[in-house]
């Protein structure tokens, strides 16, 4: 583990060094978890803002204060645990550690208004599953050769809930994390980090 730690701290100086100045630029925004659901909202002014609504694995609440990077390390001001580890970031991507524990991965909250871009009918690549949502909250899906139709409700900016009968897997209500939506490309996480890129429909 302190390898794969090692290895990823190496990964994320170099690609800090080759995209921006310092790691708090590469921080700097808001980023979702799907579960347990939490935000965190890093500022360039050095201060942080975080919510988690579910209580599986962290703390329910919401904190404020300061936050610093030190070496390969995170630091907040006012969290109940040790420094994070930050294992790698990207454009789009954050993954961060805790002692032992399973890493945290999140992934950047999108900033344009979802509820209205989400409108219309999206391609799964290489595969002939697809989406299609409608002004009226009603989704349908393809997938291998089997439909489904059902419902979609975003419940806040960055998170999308489907429910969906009658195909294989989506037998239930899930929660997605909107990780992008623009003009021509939809991008969904599920609750194991597990992102779809999706292209819009001709």
Known sequence: MRML???????LFAALSSCSPSPE????????????????????????????????????????????????NLVFSS????PRTILSVSRDELTLAVGERPAFRYVRASTSK???????????SDTAQSLEFLKSGTVNV??????????YKFVDKNRLRLDLGGLGGFGKSQLYGVSSVSKNELTLTDD???ASMFIRAP
């Open 5 to 11: 730690q090692s290895l990823g701290v190496i990964s």
């Open 25 to 72: 630029s590469a921080l700097v925004g808001k980023w979702l978890m799907i579960d347990p659901t939490q935000t965190l909202d890093l500022r360039a002014d050095g201060t942080f803002n975080t919510c988690t609504k579910t209580t599986r694995s962290l703390p329910k609440g919401c904190f404020v204060g300061e936050y610093k990077v030190d070496g390969s």
């Open 79 to 82: 969290l109940p645990a040790r």
């Open 114 to 124: 979802p509820e209205a871009t989400i409108v219309g009918k999206w391609l799964f």
């Open 142 to 151: 393809i997938a291998g050769g089997s439909s489904a139709a059902g419902t």
């Open 192 to 194: 194991h980090g597990q």
